[in-house]
């Protein structure tokens, strides 16, 4: 047969001790757009410090995309005037 254990409860701390710890004044102000977007960014530059190939991500990816916009989709987003038969509809 098990004999149930029973764990003692914590006190509970009183109102007044946690008082203390809460500002007194008010909130300040949420950050603005460039302050949010500083903090981000050299948040940012120092995880690639930690994880160098990060720094590879930021690089590559763009690269990549403009070299598939410019020379994969490039003649379908431009257009071509040659290309447009009679069926086409008339331009605005």
Partial sequence: MT????VPALPATPARMLLPAAPAGPRPEPPGAWAASAAFGWRALLKIKHVPEQLFDVIAIPVVFTLMFTYLFGGALAGSAATCSSSCPARW
């Fill in 3 to 6: 004999e149930a254990t029973t």
